[in-house]
């Protein structure tokens, strides 16, 4: 198994910058795949970003310039610097977790990001 819990969230005005942070912990291989993930009122999880193991990153359009996605595999953290914060990006972020080899997914308990005018 593997538990992820995400941190950094918080209010920030519109321009603004958060740094998210997800720790992981268990059965961990550097070749699964590790995204940020957001959730609006009324919406289903969307793709954020995310990382492969080979370092390879993706990143939703909207986000795209803004966003950057990093991943420590020695000190199991995965982080999401966010700038240029918008009222838009404001939603619950989750921290993702895919092994490749049977595409099961663990997610975190989410971190609440709100984006203010």
């Known amino acids: 198994q593997v538990q992820l819990v995400e941190s950094g969230g918080g209010l920030v005005q519109a321009g603004g910058s958060l740094r998210l942070s997800c720790e992981l912990s268990?059965?961990?291989?550097?070749?699964?795949?590790m995204g940020w993930y957001r959730q609006n009122a009324g919406t289903q999880r969307a793709l954020v970003a995310q990382?492969?193991?080979?370092?390879?990153?993706t990143y939703a359009d909207s986000v795209k310039g803004r966003f950057t996605i990093s991943r420590d595999n020695a000190k199991n953290t995965m982080d999401l610097q966010m700038n240029s914060l918008k009222p838009e990006d404001t939603a619950v972020y989750y921290c993702?977790?895919?092994?490749?080899?049977?595409?099961?997914?663990?997610w975190g308990r989410g971190t609440s990001v709100t984006v203010s005018s």
């Open positions: 990382m492969t193991g080979s370092g390879t990153p």
């Open positions: 268990g059965m961990l291989f550097s070749i699964d795949a």
């Open positions: 993702n977790y895919r092994r490749v080899k049977t595409g099961t997914t663990f």
